[in-house]
């Protein structure tokens, strides 16, 4: 069933596989409650937060993009490795991670004309 839907995923445009994997750190989002004052162990301080990704996974900011009240979220990665994080920034500072895994891909697929199967 995960190749399946890997291989779905894989198939699908880059902007709409970058809209699908923000869409879901949204949704992990929307369903903790008020993530802004978290201090659990999944949210710290940015600068921490980030370095330990770096240090400890290898991973490397891939993209980022702004959601509703102020919020910045992020991709990581290792190109080596594979893994990944999502990361949420409230405006206070306070990074969340909301999703991780591994075998992430950087795509670089260029946009069918409207109307083209590729």
């Known amino acids: ?24 750190g949204l949704i992990v989002l929307g ?5 802004a004052n978290a201090q659990g162990q999944n949210c710290g301080n940015r600068e921490l937060v980030v370095e330990r990704l770096t240090n400890k996974y290898g991973e490397s900011r891939q993209s980022i993009g702004m959601a509703p009240q102020g ?7 290792s190109l080596e490795t594979g ?3 999502i990361t949420v920034t409230m ?9 991780s895994g591994q075998s992430f891909e950087t795509l670089d697929e260029p946009i069918s004309p409207t109307g083209i199967r590729s």
């Open 83 to 85: 893994t990944w994080t």
């Open 1 to 24: 069933m995960f190749e399946e839907l890997k291989t779905k995923f894989l198939a699908l445009k880059r902007p709409l596989q970058i809209f699908l994997v923000v869409a879901l």
């Open 71 to 77: 919020r910045v979220v992020e991709v990581f990665a």
């Open 91 to 99: 405006p206070n500072g306070i990074t969340c991670l909301v999703a």
């Open 31 to 35: 369903t903790c409650s008020n993530m």
